[in-house]
């Protein structure tokens, strides 16, 4: 048997895990309809109450990380610009994703630019 201390370590990294995998796929769609973007805050639900029901552990590990990211499938352009200087946490790709798939139809391509260069500019330290 497991101690359940090391049995609690173990379901954290595990979810962990799962909710980066979560944002990581939502990162790599290639359209996202406004149907779309319900079935994944819908999809998000339904893993966790799964999740609730298998383990004691609350709060659940980076929770926030994915319903932050698939919110922000609805911001407009200029809270976009704000959300992405704030949330640094994201990788650029993750957020190179947000910009081209959520306002990519909606913005002209000079905006889509600045966005980009946002991203770009955050970035840049990192390497």
Same mark, same amino acid.
């Given at each position: 048997?497991i101690?359940l201390?090391?049995?609690?370590?173990?379901?954290?990294?595990?979810?962990?895990?799962?909710?980066?995998?979560?944002?990581?796929?939502?990162?790599?769609?290639?359209?996202?309809?406004?149907?779309?973007?319900?079935?994944?805050?819908?999809?998000?639900?339904?893993?966790?109450?799964?999740? =609730?029901?298998l /383990?004691?552990?609350?709060?659940?590990?980076?929770?926030?990380?994915?319903? +932050? $990211? !698939?919110?922000?499938?609805y911001?407009?352009?200029?809270?976009?610009?704000?959300?992405?200087?704030?949330?640094? =946490?994201?990788s /650029?790709?993750?957020?190179?994703?947000?910009?081209?798939?959520?306002?990519? +139809? $909606? !913005?002209?391509?000079?905006?889509?630019?600045?966005?980009?260069?946002t991203?770009?500019?955050?970035?840049?330290?990192?390497?």
């Open positions: 048997r101690p201390p090391v049995s609690n370590i173990l379901w954290e990294h595990c979810i962990r895990l799962a909710n980066r995998t979560l944002v990581e796929g939502y990162a790599n769609v290639k359209k996202c309809s406004n149907e779309g973007r319900a079935l994944m805050q819908l999809d998000f639900q339904q893993f966790l109450m799964k999740l =609730e029901k /383990t004691d552990i609350r709060p659940i590990p980076d929770k926030e990380f994915v319903e +932050t $990211y !698939i919110k922000a499938y911001l407009t352009e200029n809270d976009m610009e704000c959300w992405i200087k704030e949330h640094r =946490e994201y /650029t790709k993750q957020l190179t994703n947000l910009v081209n798939i959520c306002l990519g +139809t $909606y !913005i002209n391509k000079k905006a889509r630019q600045k966005l980009l260069a991203i770009d500019d955050i970035d840049r330290p990192k390497r």
